[in-house]
């Protein structure tokens, strides 16, 4: 099921702001994490990592995970509710969240790209059964909006199962696979 849509643009700002994206996806990739361990994953100081993770943690983004600690100064995270959804018309009369949905929009299609070049760049690195495994489609469509809507839920509805189904355990063989897609009106 889609996230519900994001009615304040505050939201928007924690998540506009790259370290933090890169801090939730560690997160959605290792469930949970001490902050040294997001420090030295991220490549940033521990005092970075604690400001930007109480940043996400005030919407619900992260939350602390005490149970996990050895003893009272291993601080941990895990993922809150970090699927973020959000409608740029929503804040269309608000300048200042009108500002922040254009940055997080921004940020979240710099860093699809980015890991597309990534993956592209390094590929023949991986083992051909990644390489074949991999995949890029697209197509035209004509839709209504609704149809466009509807896509994109049934879309959305699929990429979740496939995340659920990843954290039923491990398997071996499974490593993190990025998945994105965009749907949108254009001329060819």
């Known amino acids: 099921m889609p996230a519900e849509p994001v009615d304040d643009y505050r939201v928007l700002v924690a998540v506009g702001h790259p370290l933090r994206r890169r801090l939730l996806d560690v997160l959605r990739v290792e469930r949970a994490a001490t902050t040294s361990a997001l420090a030295e994953r991220l490549g940033v100081a521990v005092g970075s990592v604690s400001h930007h993770a ?9 939350v602390p995970a005490p149970e996990l600690a050895k003893d009272r100064r291993e601080r941990w995270w895990r993922l809150g509710d970090a699927r973020v959804s959000w409608s740029t018309q929503a804040f269309a009369d608000d300048p200042a969240a009108t500002a922040a949905s254009t940055a997080a929009d921004d940020l979240s299609v710099r860093l699809q790209l980015e890991r597309l070049r990534a993956w592209r760049s390094g590929r023949t690195s991986s083992p051909p059964e990644w390489q074949d495994a991999a995949t890029s489609t697209d197509t035209w469509l004509q839709l209504t909006p609704e149809e466009l ?3 994109s839920e049934e879309l959305t509805a699929v990429l979740l199962r496939w995340a659920e189904r990843g954290r039923s355990g491990d398997r071996p063989g499974r490593r993190p696979v990025f998945a994105f897609a965009h749907a949108f009106p254009a001329q060819p």
């Open 149 to 151: 809507g509807e896509m």
């Open 54 to 62: 109480k940043v996400l943690a005030e919407h619900g983004l992260v």
